[in-house]
Each structure stands twice: as C-alpha cells, then as structure tokens.
C-alpha cells in the first residue's frame, strides 16, 4: 500500500489478515517505523518501505530494506502498536531479519555433534551423558552379553564399562580404520598381525578380533590392530632385502678431452720466446757446418 492514504481511509476499510485486524493507525505510521529503522541502522542507510504484516491487534511490523553490503536480502523490520483507545502509535521492536533471498549462516550444530577425532586436545574435558549408549554399568552385566561380560568385564572398580553396543561401534570402526586389513600397508604386508611376535591380544572380547602392536620400529606401535592386519616389521620377515650391487668403475683411456687454455697459460708451459736479433751473414759458415767438413 502506498505511504499516502490517509488514517481515515484506513478506519473506514481495515485489513484482515487472519484473525487480526490491521491497525489502520499502525498501518499508517510508515513515518515513525522509518525513523525508528534509521536511528538503529546509524551510519548506514535504510531502504524504501517493503510492506508490513499484522502481528495481533493493534501490532503491525513494517519492513524496510537493507542497504549494507553484507546483508543482502534482509530487511529492517520495525515493529509499531498503540494501546486501546489511545491515538498515539509507538515502537514496540526494532531488528534486522533475513529476507527470502537472504544469505544465512549454516544451520547450527552443538558442539558435541560438531566434535571430530582428534580435536580433544591437552586440557579439554569431553563430559560423557549419563544415559550413554556405549557404556554400561559395571556392577550389572547386560542381558544379551551376559555369560561373556560378566567373564572378562566385570568392571570391578569402575561405575561404568563398555556395553555390547559401544564395543560393536568400536570394533568397527578399527577394522574399517588405518588399524584394518584394508589399509594399503596390511594389504602389501607380508603376513598378517596374528603371527606376528609382537601382537599383545586385548582382552575381553575384542581379543577375538584385535590386539596391540609392541613393535617400536611398527607405524602402529601401541594401537590396537586388527588381527588380520600386517606392516613390513613382521617379527617373521627374517630376509633383508638385499643390498644394491654397485657397477665397477670404468675409466676410458682412449677419449681425448679438449681443454681451453688461455693464452697467459699457454706462454708459461711453452717458455719465453728468444730475443730477435741481427740476422747472420749468407757468406758465415756456422759451427755445425764447419765440422761437417773438416
């Protein structure tokens, strides 16, 4: 509706909507909604008027736009109402809403559920719900694990131990894991955990299935590991590897290597040149020659 009808218009044809009836003099006070929008929005700018809904009787939220950047799609709604009998509207609320085309924040997660492996660090404590599926009480064995829990977890000394369902958990999650005989290390091992010497089998009944790995030169020393799986530092892996054989050296003795000599070091290997001096006379025989004919 346009900012210009008149209160009297307004009371003369109120709006519906739903079981309320829309304030014609909160419909009206466009005016008091926008200066209201401009005092909270303060540096920045409000937007041209969006409309309004009726909150209940005599409550009536007008929309403006957003103009900041980062808040496309929202709007400032201001929320006016008069008291019964009474002419004066005022602002009951101001707040920025996202609109349809909004840009919102991802739906929130509790922190518990946004909780990874790995990110409890030195110092941080992880409170465990009393009602935890995974844990058990330790004075009272479950019933579908009677005979095997009460033999090798008794719990004695703690108020809670692993139930049946938390160890399933576990236990699959360690054979699906880098602990399992699918992790590219186990697959090209050369025998499986199980034969292995340093394989410390658990207790309980996750000793059917895994163990600990003693081996301090093993990627997975003091993990649990699957039985079936395996590395390179099998206690039984007693061949080394042998030893790359080195080629004799070969020294050819044949090839001529080309060095570049300067000058300056050419006339210091090759001696001074002789002094230039006066040519000898055609007619003098030299020494060599006299005693070749004597």
Known sequence: MGDNLSVTSLRSAPVRRGRSVADPACVEAVDLALEAAKETAR???????????????RVVTHFFACTDFGYRGWRWAVTVTRAARAKVVTVSETALLPGEEAVLPPEWVPWLDRLRPGDLGPGDLLPTAPDDARLAPGFAQPEEDLDEQAQWELGLGRARVLSAEGRDQAAERWYEGAAGPQAPIAVAAPAQCST???????????????????????????????????????????????????????????????????????????GPEPPEGPEPPEDEVSDEEALGHS
């Not at 540096?43 to 009787?57: I, M, N, R, T």
């Not at 090839?255 to 570049?260: K, P, Q, S, V, Y």
């Open 43 to 57: 540096p920045s700018e409000v937007g041209e008027h969006q409309g309004y809904a009726v909150e209940g009787d």
């Open 196 to 270: 292995c010497g340093f394989y410390l089998l658990l207790s309980g009944g996750m000793r059917r299935l895994f163990g600990v790995c003693a081996n301090e030169h093993a990627p997975d020393d003091g993990r649990a590991v699957s039985a079936d799986h395996g590395c390179g530092a099998h206690s039984e892996a007693v061949v080394a590897p042998s030893a790359a054989e080195v080629p004799p050296l070969i020294l050819d003795e044949m090839a001529l290597d080309e060095l570049a000599v300067a000058p300056e070091e050419t006339a210091a290997v090759e």
